[in-house]
């Protein structure tokens, strides 16, 4: 285990060991640890055995399909898999199995990849510590008593925990970032509109982005690879041609200029985290890197301007579970009290909290007052980072202002809102970002840091991300899970 | 600050049948976050045009042709409460 995706393949290669085997021992080690993290939703043993089984077939004959070719990979259960139920760890789809794959999950099969299962996550991805999921909450393979974050929580926990070697989830406000960061796990968020959303259960549609879980950044980069890329099905994927992310990676940091935005460094943050990221950052200066004080003065402000925009969009989306063409029904005396009463019964706290949020401020009345005013802030955000770089070639910040908290700790809406205070603004502005780990606090919890770049600049994130990586040796220390 | 009957009416909109207790707690809670959302107020956009999405898009066009869609079992594989090539509901029209 503990092995990345271009480990193994160099082994399968050198034919020193084979996808099959590889994937048995994953499924065994699900098997005999899963039951202490709760990573997974749904296992697919058979599923997961009969692509290997092709996987090795192509191996032997020297022809695989590319570099995940083999690899055993887990996918966040808010993505359509064929015949696979696809809950969103919701009981409204408890039973719901989709008629077709998301585009992710169908390049990734034609990748070669071996998908093990579907990871938990915060109920329709609302959350930031995968506590929230309607079947069982994920805890951080670090500290089984702490939160993996969230809402891509399993994902990470997978990939934490030797449970997949690499996964793939989604970000909306920070899904991937935070608990990569918490979890130890490189995480990227890409650019708005670089991964097609097609298949993937929508939370705020202008917001929502696909991206990678890996143990190291190559990793990443391949995983990011496999899925980038125009599709006619979404047409908010953006029409560029795909980098080879995997080799621009070794380009280095040298003549780079990275901007630090002091409104990242606010008052109350955590002091290990701001230690570790302070730290990680002289780590980038000595390999060359420029360092310039930026200022991105509306960030105080991105929080709540998210927290009008993505219940404005998610109450809309979610308005298509009504009992009708699929999900959970429960009987009523007329349509009205049928949709009341089953969306009563399939909905969380959480997401009840938000659609009702959601509503209020799309009514009439609070329309301009909410959601206009968090439109035009949304465009402040926007064009502070356009400012910014135009000086600055990467933003680096910390990915979460603190380590990862207890279960049961933040019982209060807002103070689960904070923990993305850092991720919200890259969301808002459509840019790409990635978490890396650069330490850990006394406890031996994991901290990361944040690279955020130009649109559609993630050869350069990936990059200095790989430079830092290659510097440090904070990927060797992994969680004893047993 | 939100009343009651705010929280009663924002529930009937989204089709949420919310019991006493929860109505009260979703009040207590929505008063805590729109507080927060608030402090938006603070931050001048006067003449800032409002940004709706991150990409900026017009129009995505593609030929009116006809191509594979789901087929009609598939889409009515996951109803609760399917008929024939229908998905059915309670009844709606009076008599």
Known sequence: MYRPIHELTDAYRRGDLTPTTVAEDYLARIG???????????????????????SELRWRAGSPRGPLDGAPIAVK???????????????????????????????????????????????FAMGSSTEHSAYHPTRNPWDLTRVPGGSSGGSAAAVAGGLAAGAYGSDTGGSIRQPAAFCGVVGMKPTYGRVSRYGLVALASSLDQIGPFAQDVTDAALLLGAVAGHDPHDATSIE????????????????????LPDEYFPDG???????????????????????????LPTTPHALAAYYVILPAEASSNLARYDGVKYGLRVAGRDLIDMESRTRSAGFGAEVKRRIMLGTYVLSAGYYDAYYGKAQSVRTLVRREFAAAFAKVDLIVAPTTPNVPFKHGEKQDPL?????????????????PGLSVPCGFSAAGLPIGLQLLGRPLDEARVLRAAYAYEQATSWRSRRPELS | MIERKDVEHVARLTRLALS????????????????????????????????????????????????????????????????????????IIEE
């Open chain 1, 32 to 54: 005999k640890l899963d039951g202490k993290v709760g990573a997974y939703l749904t296992v697919v043993r058979d599923q997961a055995l009969a692509a290997a089984r092709e």
């Open chain 1, 415 to 431: 103070s689960m809102y904070l923990n993305d205070v850092f991720t919200i603004p890259g969301n808002l502005s459509g840019i």
């Open chain 1, 269 to 295: 943050m955590d002091p290990e985290v701001e230690r570790a990221v302070r730290q990680g950052i002289e780590v980038l200066k000595g390999l060359g890197a420029k360092i310039e004080r930026v200022s």
């Open chain 1, 77 to 123: 259960d808010v993505l359509c898999t064929a015949g696979v139920r696809t809950t969103c760890g919701s009981k409204m789809l408890e039973r719901f199995v989709p008629p077709f794959d998301a585009t992710t999950v169908e390049r990734l099969r034609a990748a070669g990849a071996v998908i093990l299962g579907k990871t938990n996550l915060d109920e």
């Open chain 1, 240 to 259: 560029a041609p795909v980098p080879d992310y995997a080799a621009e990676l070794t380009k280095g940091v040298a003549g780079l200029t990275l901007g």
């Open chain 2, 20 to 91: 006493d207790a929860e109505l009260e707690r979703m009040r207590e809670q929505l008063n805590s976050i729109l507080a927060h959302l608030d402090t938006l107020r603070a931050v001048p956009t006067e003449g800032v045009e409002p940004t709706s999405h991150a990409v900026d898009l017009v129009n995505v066009m593609r030929d009116d042709e006809v191509t594979a869609c789901l087929p009609q079992d598939a889409a009515l594989a996951n109803a609760p409460d399917p008929s024939g090539e229908f998905f059915r509901v309670p009844r």
